[in-house]
């Protein structure tokens, strides 16, 4: 007796990969393509992607308008704009309601210093063995378990507010987070580039600056404001580990193109070693990567906007938040004026002015007792600092050989990611010696110092010309040992 048709089983989608659906088809009809340029797949674009230095100056300077929009016509690249964007505002939410939180609890600027020591450390010991790893590895995969244990290190964060728990237990995690974080940086960094044509990657870098900033705008925003709602920080942290989980969903259907790995003959010191060597023989790199260590390291005041905000300015945590997040407006302004003109024709010249208006503008907010001024000169700051950022995340993207791109970067991450944290360790550390204003005031000054020295030092910065210009050193990378 035959046996009655079964109706075939439908594979369903787990939730995982529903919410990647959702996520990644909103991005994609978010932007309008335009109908006579389209969308090219990163298959498709293999050939166009890797033009030699000689064919992209060419194109740059015969090439018709500006394309202001450039690379979010790939659809690659949108995805990991979306997740970056997503787990950044969760990140500028967290690191909001972790500075509150403590100094709620304890109180002591020493607290908001030591936070800042134990982000920075991992960084400074272990950035440059992860951008080994980048450089050996598939970026998206290092970059996907990372995120993943850094949003379960944020629910972490959530038990530890329920219980009140001791504040050593919030070290402990805080330490975690930020030994997977230096695992993820260099890896995220190094991704981008096999994700758009390098003659795009100047554009796609512009971009990012712009992400980053509207994520630092609207995160501490709706940090505050969750945290007035919700009469403290467990909330926020749910949040942050809710959308540190949208960028591993962003992630996961990426197709970025290989990249060239070095020797598995050469041992890793030797290959650790090639990247310093890298950035110390492009004095250019290093003068730029230099100022925005020693600058953000001393005229940085991030750390400090809880006591301001208690002691200063006898503000709440709603206020404290839009505190927090003017730095990032100012620079979402910049970044976007800047992504809609063509790339700056006086870069080394900008990039100096600018840094100056940073440290004039930090002396302004540790002297204001107005909480508008106080806003003023904080979205200054962020709007002069972007520069800087732009023009060395261009510098470090373009002149370094593709092979060695996640080691550079993983330079970077030493001198100038550790510097936000390291600054705000000399920020509490200072406070405590010295006061809340002093140290601010101080701090800016030397900023404008450390500018001065850096030109004499360099001249060659003044003279940096236009952005769309740069072409990689070819005898450098071919006298870089392998």
């Given at each position: 007796m035959p046996r009655p048709n079964r109706p075939k089983r439908v594979r369903r989608a787990s939730p995982l990969q529903k919410y990647a659906r959702i996520t990644a088809y909103f991005f994609l009809?978010?932007?309008?393509?335009?109908?006579?340029?389209?969308?090219?797949?990163?298959?498709?674009?293999?050939?166009?992607?890797?033009?030699?230095?000689?064919?992209?100056?060419?194109?740059?300077?015969?090439?018709?308008?500006?394309?202001?929009?450039?690379?979010?016509?790939?659809?690659?690249?949108?995805?990991?704009?979306l997740g970056?964007?997503?787990?950044?505002?969760?990140?500028?939410?967290?690191?909001?309601?972790?500075?509150?939180?403590?100094?709620?609890?304890?109180?002591?600027?020493?607290?908001?210093?030591?936070?800042?020591?134990?982000?920075?450390?991992?960084?400074?010991?272990?950035?440059?063995?992860?951008?080994d790893l980048a450089d050996r590895f598939d970026r998206r995969r290092i970059v996907l378990w990372m995120e993943f244990f850094i949003a379960l290190g944020w629910l972490g964060f959530v038990f530890l507010s329920l219980a009140r728990a001791p504040v050593s237990y919030y070290f402990a995690l805080l330490f975690i987070d930020a030994t997977l974080g230096a695992f993820a940086g260099p890896a995220r960094s190094a991704l981008l580039p096999q994700l758009v044509p390098e003659a795009?990657?100047?554009?796609?870098?512009?971009?990012?600056?712009?992400?980053?900033?509207?994520?630092?705008?609207?995160?501490?925003?709706?940090?505050?404001?969750?945290?007035?709602?919700?009469?403290?920080?467990?909330?926020?942290?749910l949040l942050s580990a809710l959308c540190a989980f949208s960028l591993f969903a962003c992630l996961l259907p990426l197709r970025p193109r290989p990249h060239v790995r070095p020797k598995e003959s050469e041992s890793a010191w030797h290959r650790l070693l090639v990247g310093l060597r890298f950035v110390r023989g492009q004095k250019i790199i290093l003068a730029t990567i230099t100022l925005d260590l020693f600058a953000v390291f001393l005229g940085g005041a991030v750390t400090l906007l809880p006591a301001f905000a208690d002691e200063i300015l006898k503000i709440g945590p709603a206020q404290l938040g839009w505190l927090r997040a003017a730095p990032a407006a100012g620079a979402l302004g910049m970044s976007l004026w800047l992504s809609l003109r063509p790339p700056m024709r006086r870069a080394g010249a900008s990039l100096l002015w600018c840094v100056i208006g940073f440290g004039i503008a930090t002396i302004v907010f540790a002297l204001s007792r107005n909480f508008a001024l106080s806003l003023l000169a904080l979205a200054i700051t962020g709007a002069l600092d972007n520069v800087s950022v732009v023009v060395r995340s261009t510098l470090l993207?373009?002149?370094?050989?593709?092979?060695?791109?996640?080691?550079?970067?993983?330079?970077?991450?030493?001198?100038?990611?550790?510097?936000?944290?390291?600054?705000?360790?000399?920020?509490?550390?200072?406070?405590?010696?010295?006061?809340?204003?002093?140290?601010?005031?101080?701090?800016?000054?030397?900023?404008?110092?450390?500018?001065?020295?850096?030109?004499?030092?360099?001249?060659?910065?003044?003279?940096?010309?236009?952005?769309?210009?740069?072409?990689?050193?070819?005898?450098?990378?071919?006298?870089?040992?392998?």
């Open positions: 009809f978010m932007l309008p393509s335009d109908s006579d340029e389209p969308i090219l797949e990163p298959e498709d674009t293999l050939r166009a992607a890797s033009p030699s230095p000689a064919e992209m100056s060419q194109h740059a300077h015969s090439a018709a308008p500006h394309d202001a929009y450039a690379a979010l016509r790939f659809r690659d690249y949108r995805l990991y704009s970056g964007l997503l787990a950044a505002l969760g990140g500028q939410m967290f690191s909001l309601a972790v500075g509150w939180e403590l100094y709620q609890r304890t109180r002591d600027v020493w607290t908001l210093g030591l936070v800042g020591l134990i982000q920075a450390l991992p960084v400074i010991f272990l950035a440059l063995p992860a951008g795009m990657l100047a554009n796609a870098i512009t971009w990012n600056a712009s992400r980053w900033q509207t994520a630092a705008t609207l995160g501490p925003a709706l940090g505050g404001a969750a945290i007035a709602i919700f009469h403290g920080a467990t909330m926020v942290y993207q373009v002149l370094t050989p593709p092979h060695m791109r996640g080691r550079v970067s993983a330079v970077n991450s030493v001198f100038v990611g550790s510097s936000n944290e390291l600054g705000g360790f000399e920020s509490g550390a200072a406070a405590r010696l010295l006061g809340l204003v002093n140290s601010v005031v101080l701090g800016g000054i030397g900023t404008i110092l450390v500018v001065l020295g850096v030109h004499f030092i360099w001249p060659q910065v003044a003279k940096l010309g236009a952005l769309d210009e740069l072409v990689p050193d070819e005898s450098a990378e071919k006298s870089t040992p392998e």
